[in-house]
């Protein structure tokens, strides 16, 4: 198996007037059953310095399809609701492929 990532993720949260925590722990929850998803490499939550508000969640993954099959599974879709009042508006994602 290849040990590198040919694909990573960006996802930028932002988080609601006085939700930023919450979201940092929904985030963290997602993050933690995104690791456990067939050939994802790894996830984490970090915090931008360029608005401390705005959360991104990185993940790596071995394939386009791998990671599509995890976003379209019902328990993404699950953590995906549950965030979705936490937030200002949708997460603002972009993938990165290896050159």
Not at 30 to 40: F, G, I, T
Not at 58 to 65: A, G, V
Request: with cysteine; hydrophobic share 40%; aromatic share 8%.
């Amino acid at each position: 198996m290849n040990d590198h990532a040919r694909l990573v993720r960006l996802s930028r949260h932002f988080a609601a007037a006085g939700r930023r925590d919450e979201v940092a722990g929904l985030l963290k929850a997602v993050a933690e059953a995104m690791r456990s998803a067939p050939d994802c490499f790894g996830a984490q939550v970090a915090s931008s310095d360029r608005d401390s508000e705005q959360l991104v969640l990185i993940s790596r993954w071995e394939s386009q399809e791998a990671m599509e099959r995890y976003l379209g599974s019902e328990e993404f879709g699950g953590f995906q609701r549950e965030l979705a009042s936490s937030l200002e508006g949708p997460p603002d994602a972009e993938n990165f492929t290896t050159a």
